[in-house]
Every structure is written in structure tokens, then in C-alpha cells.
């Protein structure tokens, strides 16, 4: 059940981060400077915004929070990066291959780092709520 929770919420993760960067990637900004900063804190929100709302999930079925998300994380980026190849060789279509692309240059650009700030926060943020408690 364990591994079924973190594979579900490693696709819902990958989902919504594409989503959400596609969003703060259309807002027009017309200078490059602001436009590269604006997407870095956007990258940085987005991350914060799924550790919370991941804890309270993974709190709220009693799982470990702080040892799954590190596991969410691998299994996020193993899938969005082995399974489009996958899907590729199984099933040789032009439209699909396209999709597959688009899925591992969103895993390569916006999963990689989201998943990397999400880890540190974890790391980070657990740690402090320890010493604090």
C-alpha cells in the first residue's frame, strides 16, 4: 500500500508541478532578467507549496513523511524519465513520441530541480522542527 501511495503521488506530483510551471512560465514579462527570476521563485513556491501539502498527506495516512518524500522524489523522476522511453519503444507513434518528449524535458527542466529543493526542504525543515521540539 506504501509503495502504491508513493507512486500515485510521484504522477499527481509530476502532473501538477508541469501544470503549475506552465502557468507562472505564460505570465508575460517583457524584461528577461525579472522573467528568469520571476520563474526561479515560482520554482522555488511550487516546491515549498507541494512539501507542505505532501507532509500533511503522508501525516495524515501515518506514513513517515520525512523518509517518502525522499522516496516520492526518486520514483518521480524514474518515472518521468524511464517511462516515456518505454512508451516510446512499445508503442512507435508520432503523436506519442512527442507527448514522451515533452514528458522527459518537463522532468529534466522543472522535475530534477523541483524534486532537489523539495528533498533540501525535507532535509531542512525536519531537522529544524526536531531541534525546535
Given amino acids: 500500500m506504501k509503495k502504491f501511495v508513493v507512486i500515485v503521488s510521484s504522477i499527481f506530483e509530476f502532473v501538477f508541478y508541469t501544470f503549475f510551471m506552465v502557468l507562472i512560465g505564460s505570465i508575460p514579462i517583457n524584461n528577461q532578467a525579472l522573467k528568469l527570476v520571476v520563474h526561479f521563485l515560482g520554482l522555488i513556491v511550487v516546491a515549498l507549496l507541494f512539501y507542505y501539502l505532501i507532509r500533511f498527506i503522508f501525516n495524515k495516512i501515518e506514513m513517515k513523511a520525512k523518509k517518502y518524500i525522499y522516496y ?62
Fill in 72 to 133: 516520492m522524489t526518486i520514483s518521480n523522476v524514474i518515472l518521468g524519465a524511464i517511462v516515456p522511453v518505454f512508451l516510446i519503444i512499445i508503442i512507435p507513434n508520432e503523436t506519442l513520441t512527442t507527448l514522451a518528449f515533452l514528458t522527459i524535458v518537463s522532468t529534466i527542466y522543472y522535475g530534477i530541480l523541483i524534486n532537489i529543493m523539495i528533498c533540501l526542504f525535507n532535509y531542512f525543515l525536519s531537522n529544524r522542527m526536531k531541534k525546535l521540539g
